[in-house]
Nanobody, 122 residues
């Protein structure tokens, strides 16, 4: 499985961005896809994820502001980010796994994209 993110950039506080993650390879075996983010000196933290059983997971810090979605026809996952805050500034990574799902740890995911930078300015 290969993952490629796009859509990062710089916006002001209160603005919106939509991140995209296109999957390729054995996409029909993917069980879970999600988004993590990381700032310098900190561990990668889970933001949102969904699994093939219909489960959807959000970090408390983004509930009500971020929405994860997928377009199966395009093998693409999206993260719609609204009401952005300065603390949302981070490198955002797309992740996928064939077996496990969750936001507790990056170790649940075996496949990662290269990341896309999101910067929120005040």
């Amino acid at each position: 499985v290969q993952l490629a993110e796009s859509g990062g950039g710089s916006v002001q506080v209160g603005g919106s961005l939509r991140l995209s993650c296109e999957a390729s390879g054995v996409t029909d075996r993917i069980y879970c896809m999600g988004w993590f983010r990381q700032t310098p000196g900190r561990e990668r933290e889970g933001v949102a994820a969904f699994d093939r059983n219909g489960g959807t997971f959000y970090a408390d810090s983004v509930k009500g502001r971020f929405t994860i979605a997928e377009d199966n026809a395009k093998n693409t996952m999206y993260l719609q980010m609204d009401s952005l805050k300065s603390e949302d500034t981070a490198m955002y990574y797309c992740a996928a796994d064939l077996v496990l799902c969750g936001l507790e740890s990056e170790s649940l995911f075996n496949y990662w994209g290269q990341g896309t930078q999101v910067t929120i300015s005040s």
